[in-house]
């Protein structure tokens, strides 16, 4: 059975890091591109970046460029997101999602891990 | 950046009945349009993906169509767990990968 399980979210203050990690279980991991994408307390889903399975090709938000850092580890089945420079807009829950495929028009996320809330707040 | 707008952003209907929920894109997004559904505190679900496909173990009651930038969700007879918030996503032109707001359907 295909699982993402996130980790490393909490309270952090402004202008601070952070490491999400995301453990991927039940499929090749290194088959499949991925992405976060975060959710703010009671607002809609928004897609912050993608990595191709090699971690050769990525994307990110222009919110976050120059700032987060998405990368994975093959051998380890694992992905992540370093945040840094945190603002209080990046308050939000933080999903891994597997694309269903490889390909832009296989970049829906068929599965989801169950999220890691990061908080920026002094 | 393609704009995804939902509509009614609130939806409220009665088990039984039949729901439709809209989406339109600002630009043409093909067929590539996915929905999900998300229920509180959990992770969105995949419900359909190129406008019409049903994702795996998701019931025949929910149907998609669409193409270019008009995009309709329907579900024939709301069953007690459907009421939920619903997103649709383009994937047709990225990055970035772009959702719709939402649309709340609840219990009238």
């Known amino acids: 059975e295909e699982q993402l399980v996130e980790s490393g979210g909490g309270l952090v203050q402004p202008g601070g890091s952070l490491r999400l990690s995301c453990a991927a279980s039940g499929f090749i991991f290194s088959n499949y591109w991925m992405s976060w994408v975060r959710q703010a307390p009671g607002k809609g889903l928004e897609w912050v970046a993608y990595?191709?399975?090699?971690?050769?090709?990525?994307y990110y938000m222009d919110s976050v460029k120059g700032r987060f850092t998405i990368s994975r580890d093959n051998a380890k089945n694992s992905l992540y997101l370093q945040m840094n420079s945190l603002r209080a807009e990046d308050t939000a829950v933080y999903y891994c999602?597997?694309?269903?495929?490889?390909?832009?028009?296989?970049?829906?996320?068929?599965?989801w891990g169950q999220g890691t809330l990061v908080t920026v707040s002094s | 950046e393609i704009v995804m707008t939902q509509s009614p952003a609130t939806l409220s209907a009665s088990p039984g009945e039949r729901a439709t929920l809209s989406c339109r894109a600002s630009q043409s997004v093909s067929s590539n349009l996915a929905w999900y559904q998300q229920k509180p505190g959990q992770a969105p679900r995949l419900l359909i993906y190129d406008a019409s496909t049903r994702a795996t173990g998701i019931p025949a009651r929910f149907s998609g169509s669409g193409s270019v930038t008009e995009f309709t969700l329907t579900i024939s007879s709301l069953q007690s767990e459907d009421f939920a918030l619903y997103y649709c996503?383009?994937?047709?032109?990225?990055?970035?990968?772009?959702f719709g707001q939402g649309t709340r359907l609840e219990i009238k």
């Open positions: 999602a597997r694309h269903r495929g490889s390909g832009t028009y296989y970049s829906l996320f068929d599965y």
């Open positions: 996503q383009q994937y047709n032109n990225w990055p970035p990968i772009t």
């Open positions: 990595i191709q399975q090699d971690g050769g090709q990525k």
